[in-house]
């Protein structure tokens, strides 16, 4: 089993940066994918960012490409979300996953655990 534990959220102005942290615990993480999910009130969880095993390929949905940066430290077993020049519309439960593979997905289905969530909130 993997227990996924995010950090790092809280409210902030437009404009403003924001860093997320995952820590996993129990089995290892470094050989699988991760990847960030974010809920908005009212709308179906969405993929945020992916980085597979070794943290040389990423990829990002369209509406963060440029402002957001996935990273990963196998050493500690932690993911990161740096995020910069936050919207109102980035305003969400931002959630961390562990992949079932090595090779980073966009699918949901594709992830095996899920953290609790942390709340990020641009205020504009």
Do not use: H
């Amino acid at each position: 089993q993997v227990q996924l534990v995010e950090s790092g959220g809280g409210w902030v102005q437009a404009g403003g940066s924001l860093r997320l942290s995952c820590a996993a615990s129990g089995r290892t993480v470094s050989n699988k994918a991760m990847g960030w999910f974010r809920q908005a009130p009212g709308k179906e969880r969405e993929f945020v960012a992916t980085v597979n095993w070794s943290g040389r390929s990423t990829y990002y949905t369209d509406s963060v490409k440029g402002r957001f940066t996935i990273s990963r430290d196998n050493a500690k077993n932690t993911v990161y979300l740096q995020m910069n020049s936050l919207k109102p519309e980035d305003t969400a439960i931002y959630y961390c996953a562990a992949g079932r593979d090595p090779s980073y997905t966009t699918s949901r289905a594709r992830y095996d655990y899920w953290g609790q969530g942390t709340q990020v909130t641009v205020s504009s």
